[in-house]
């Protein structure tokens, strides 16, 4: 195998692994927000944007100001 072809591969399965991450981090962000965390904080710990966190949390039914 070729270095190309294991860099690939090992690329594939980074992503596969984020992709299956990533719906048990929106829900962790939905319950922190539920939980009253602050934007600031769930923003602080996951590296998203604020707009990325409001974005999951309106998606939940959690309006800012909620």
Same mark, same amino acid.
């Given at each position: 195998?070729?270095?190309?072809?294991?860099? @690939?591969? &090992?690329?594939?399965? @980074?992503?596969?692994?984020?992709? +299956? =991450?990533? !719906? =048990?981090? &929106?829900?962790?962000?939905?319950? &922190? @927000?539920? @939980? $009253?965390? +602050?934007?600031? *904080?769930?923003? +602080?710990?996951? $590296?998203?944007?604020?707009?990325?966190?409001?974005?999951?949390?309106? =998606? =939940?039914?959690? *309006? !800012?100001? *909620?």
């Amino acid at each position: 195998m070729t270095r190309l072809e294991e860099a @690939a591969r &090992a690329y594939r399965r @980074a992503k596969a692994a984020l992709d +299956k =991450a990533r !719906p =048990a981090l &929106a829900e962790a962000i939905v319950d &922190a @927000a539920r @939980a $009253g965390t +602050k934007q600031a *904080e769930i923003v +602080k710990v996951t $590296g998203y944007t604020r707009e990325q966190v409001r974005r999951l949390c309106r =998606a =939940a039914g959690i *309006e !800012p100001g *909620e």
